[in-house]
Every structure is written in C-alpha cells, then in structure tokens.
C-alpha cells in the first residue's frame, strides 16, 4: 500500500499504537514508570482486553510473540505473564542485540518465564545471529499449533534497527550501495525548526559512516527475506497458507542525511512517517491496491475486523477490511487527513548510536576521530564534549550535528491527501500542549516533493486560523469520533 503512515515515527510509540489501535495523544504516559516508553504507555499492549494480543487470544486464537515487541521489552512481557495475554513467548532478552545468547521463554500452562543461555561455540540452529534464531524458533511453536485452532505468530526482528549488524554471510552484500542523494540530502534548511537549521554541513567523513549505515541495513535485511521466504515455505508445509492473512511492515521511515540529519527517524516528513505495508489472504486481490490514507492505528481493527471479532470502543483507528476485500466502503466516508506528532524526550546528536563495520574501518576508510574510531562524529571537528553541542538559531552555524531536541522536536502534524490537497501542516510546542505554538511549517509535497520550501510564512491568517483549529479537532478525537 503507497499511503500508509505511522502516527509516531520511533520505535515504541508506533508500535504501542499498532497494538493498541490508539493515537499517541490517547496514549501518553502519565508518569515515569516502567510502562512509560518514549511517552507512550506500553500497559495497553500486553492488556488483555485492549491490546491486539489478548484480544485474539481472548477470542480463541494460539498467540504467539517471538522477538522485539517494545523497547521496554520487560514491562510488556510482565503484562503477558500476569495478564495471560499470550499463549507463548520466545525472545532474546536484548532484543538490539543481534548476537543476544540468553533467550526468555514463557508458555501458558506452566504461568511462568524461564531462561534458555545458547552455546555459543554450538548454537542451536547453527548459528546465534538473532533473525535465523526467531524464525526457527516460530517455525518450531507453529508445528505445534497450526491446525484446526486459528493462531497469530508475531515476529519482530530487530533489523534493519542500529547497529544493523549483518549476518556473517551477508557482511560483504552490497559493496557499492550509497544512501540516496536526494535533492535534500546535505542540504541548507534555513526555514525549518531550529535544531534542523543549525545543523553544519556533512563533510565526507559523515558521508562513509552514512553509506555504510545503508548498506548494513540492506545486508541486515538479506536475513529479513530469508526469513519471510522460509515462513511462505512453512505455512504451505502445514496447509494453511491459504487461509491465513500475511502482514509485513515497519515502525518508522528513516533518513540518511536528508537535510543534514544523521542516521534519524522522529521527524514529521515523509522519509519518517511513510512506511511500507503489504498483506496478502484469503479476499484479497494479489496486485490490488486500496485508494486512501492508513497508518499503524488502522491495523488493530482491520485484522479484528478480517476475523469476525469486535473491535474494542477504545480504538481510535478504523478498519480499511473492505478495501482490502473489494466491498462496497463503509457508513462514513474515508479519511484525507491523517495525524501524526512526536514527543521528545531527549537531545541527540549523530553519535547516539553504533553503526556495525568491519574492524578499523572508521578510522581507515572514514578517517573518524581517533577519540572513538569506529563511532560517527558528532561535528565536522569529529568527537567532541557534548556539552559544547549548544542548539542556535543561525543557519548551518552549529557546533554539532543534532538528530533530536526537547526544545525543538516536539510536534504534531496533519498530513493531507486528497484531490485538490497533498500538504503537510506542522505545529511545534516543547510542552506538547499546542496552547502556544513556538514554530509553524507547511508544505506543497506535489510541488515540493522533498520537503524544501517551508510556505508557511506566506499563507493567509485565514489558512493558518483554519489548519489550527483542523489540528486540534483531530488532537482531540477519542474512538469512533476520529476521522
């Protein structure tokens, strides 16, 4: 599907409102506990009667979960133990790293978790790489449960996520590949918010670690496939490929220094809120493609909807079943407007994170500083004290490349799509209040497609007056009252 967007593009946000079916401003954390996740509240995933595993459990289904689901990936799995909203449970107990060897089990009957430590010298399925790991172990949980019982298998790899280690056969795929150099790769962006306009231009060296960063996401996505290929495989094995529905997605979009911003998702633009979406199964035209705009809250409601179950008065999202089916649409017309937003809840520069290369090759091939050779700099003057990072005002004149900001980054977005209209409306509010609003952007995506032309300045007080209050109706939707 071309027009699927998340609502929140970083990880635990999105993926609690894949689960929940809920917008992140009906599923903000009220407190610092350990179900706040990136400001979302993670307790609807593992709910029994409200997040998409309990409710098709509930409903008769064998669930079973195997890999990353949230980043506090702890809290969630004590939701499934405590509220019995999984039938079986089957990860590493760090889910970012690829080469994890201690693996949490959980399995309905037995009520609670125990610990699986693999031999690394002799790894069971012949290698401790964390994608092959999952899928053997959903193929093994499958035998168990494919039969006249419906079941639903989640698998969530980590790749392509940092450090997007590739598998050791597939570390040399791709030598040439390069992130895309788009018209707003590397490129000035005096009229956007502030963190975005200070950054400086990336010199070569930012350049390496950002190829290199493209061709380990693609290397770690070999895997991906391989795993899919091998899933289609075991599903036509068991006979119930034919009446089983097939969805594969992603989080977030990403961006590999598209208007200087370093290896980053958690941004209102199409690089970060567009995602790829295809399911096929029983109905659904192979090749067919539903007109209209999706997103990750959509999702709950839809599988609900393609099982016969009811869909809970908690969820904000609708079902797009009858377009997948070819059926008449429903009562109320679809939606052209989708909300997204952002909640920052820190400030990072372009180091945050590890990026996976061969030894030595920071420093022989991207020449990085010799403070931390195998790390992407923070600055042009390579790795310096975070503290001397201080966010201005001026364009390009900052001391270091930053990917996120309390101050700057926190946003919501009404993203249009309709005959006359393909637009992007921004509100920026550091108190996520939107009662006064720090920054406006706005943007013609048909005319400017990369996002370069900030046209807010130039529209009407009556176009401004008219997005706001369009915004803010949406903001404060709850269940069947969202478009």
Known sequence: MTNFFVTTPICCPSRAEFFSGRYLSNLLATNEGPENCMQANTSWVGSANNGMFGILKNAGYEVGVFGKVTNNQGAVYADFTK???????????????????????????????????????????????????????????LDTVAGPKPFFLYIGSHAPHYPAAPAPWYENAWPELRAPRTPNYNASSPDKTAHIRQNPPMDDRI??????HM??????????????????????????????????????????????????????????????????????????????????????PTMLDLAGIAVPDTVDGRSFAPALLGEVQERRAWRTEFLVSYFSGNTIYSDHSTIWAPKHFGRDICRSSKVKPDKVPNSPKGHIDHKLCKEVNETGAGACYMVDSQASNTWRALRTLNATHNTQYIEYDAEFTFDKVDFHEYYDITADPYQMRNLYPSLSDENKASLHQAISKYWACQGATCP
């Not at 350049?207 to 290199?212: I, L, N």
């Not at 009446?243 to 370093?262: A, M, V």
């Open 83 to 141: 509220y019995k909203s999984v039938s079986y449970y089957d990860s590493p107990v760090k889910f970012d790293d690829y080469y994890c060897l201690d693996y949490v089990h959980y399995k309905e009957g037995n009520g609670s978790e125990w610990s699986e430590t693999i031999d690394k010298a002799h790894p069971v399925y012949g290698t401790p790489y964390q994608t092959p790991q999952l899928g053997n172990r959903s193929f093994e949980w």
């Open 207 to 212: 350049a390496c670690w950002e190829d290199e």
């Open 215 to 300: 061709r380990d996401r693609w290397r770690a996505l070999l895997s991906v496939d391989d795993l899919v290929r091998d899933l289609t495989q075991k599903l036509r094995d068991l006979k119930v490929m034919d009446n089983t529905y097939f969805i594969y997605t992603s989080d977030h979009g990403y961006k590999l220094g598209q208007w200087r911003i370093p290896t980053s998702k958690q941004h209102p633009y199409e690089t970060d809120i567009r995602i790829p979406f295809m399911i096929r199964g029983p109905g659904i035209q192979a090749g067919s493609e539903p007109a209209g705009m999706y997103g990750n809250v959509d999702l709950l």
